[in-house]
């Protein structure tokens, strides 16, 4: 009798360990939030204020809570506009995390140490002209950030950002379709743009639109790939669809490199 209630104990405990490890095969992974923030400044003394503080400050206090692929990024466009800029990328696995980022900075005395300059400026002589902020949630068939894979030096690669305004919520809701069902994120893949996020606006200043990044090992390689994706059958097919017409009102592109303490 023993014997026979170890063995339906075994069956019981075999079956219902085969049911959660399928559960977490079929799972899908959470779906991230990204934080991009634009901090626009006038010259190279700003900048190396905002270097020391992203460096030496956020990046490691963003570390030490186990937050990792922190992406400091400045606009090749710098050397020749009044107006310049630089983008911190950081990635959250839930908008929990994005809200509480402030008080955990603020509670990190190695942060406050390191960040003296940043923190401590005064009114007359910020760092800064001013900050945006955008929030973002990760597209459901690209839901995680991806690392690219470039063996170029920070300084010659390309990584393009590109926002995408619809005119309305459901033209926007119709090109973040394109993206996911008709499958434009996997043309991007096949024809290896390095795709580092995909993702829809959900906190900005131009809404409704959809943001993401592509990576590249040098402006040519750049050119290159987008040459071959307008010329792609699948593009012209999907971009011809009577369905998806008419879904982007207007597309701003930028043009980054990785500062060289970036974590990519």
């Not at 606009?75 to 959250?92: E, G, I, M, Q, R």
């Not at 998806?244 to 043009?255: A, C, E, P, T």
Request: without cysteine; aromatic residues 14%.
């Amino acid at each position: 009798m023993e014997k026979k209630v170890s063995i339906l104990k075994w069956s019981f405990g075999g079956m219902l360990l085969i049911i959660l490890l399928s559960w977490n095969v079929n799972k899908k992974p959470m779906r991230e939030f990204y934080q991009l923030t634009v901090y626009h400044f006038k010259n190279a003394e700003k900048e190396k204020v905002l270097d020391n503080y992203f460096q030496n400050a956020l990046l490691p206090a963003l570390h030490r809570m186990k937050i990792n692929n922190v992406g400091v990024f400045k606009s090749w466009a710098n050397d020749t506009v009044a107006d310049k800029l630089v983008y911190v990328f950081v990635p959250f696995k839930s908008l929990e995390m994005v809200t509480e980022l402030p008080s955990k900075l603020k509670a990190d005395g190695n942060y406050a140490s390191a960040g003296t300059e940043y923190l401590d400026a005064a009114y007359n002589d910020p760092p800064y002209s001013r900050i945006e902020t955008i929030l973002l949630r990760a597209f459901p068939l690209a839901p995680q950030m991806q690392l690219p894979s470039l063996q170029s030096a920070k300084k010659e690669r390309v990584y393009e950002l590109r926002s995408y305004e619809s005119a309305t919520e459901k033209k926007f809701e119709n090109k973040v379709q394109m993206f996911n069902q008709g499958d434009e994120i996997g043309l991007f893949k096949r024809l290896n743009f390095n795709a580092i996020f995909y993702s829809e606006v959900i906190s900005g200043s131009k809404m409704p639109n959809l943001m993401y990044m592509t990576s590249f090992e040098n402006k040519a390689a750049r050119d290159e790939h987008w040459k071959t994706f307008v010329s792609d059958p699948y593009w012209k097919n999907l971009s011809s669809m009577p369905e998806y017409q008419n879904n982007v009102s207007h597309i701003d592109i930028s043009f980054l490199y990785p500062a060289d303490y970036s974590d990519f």
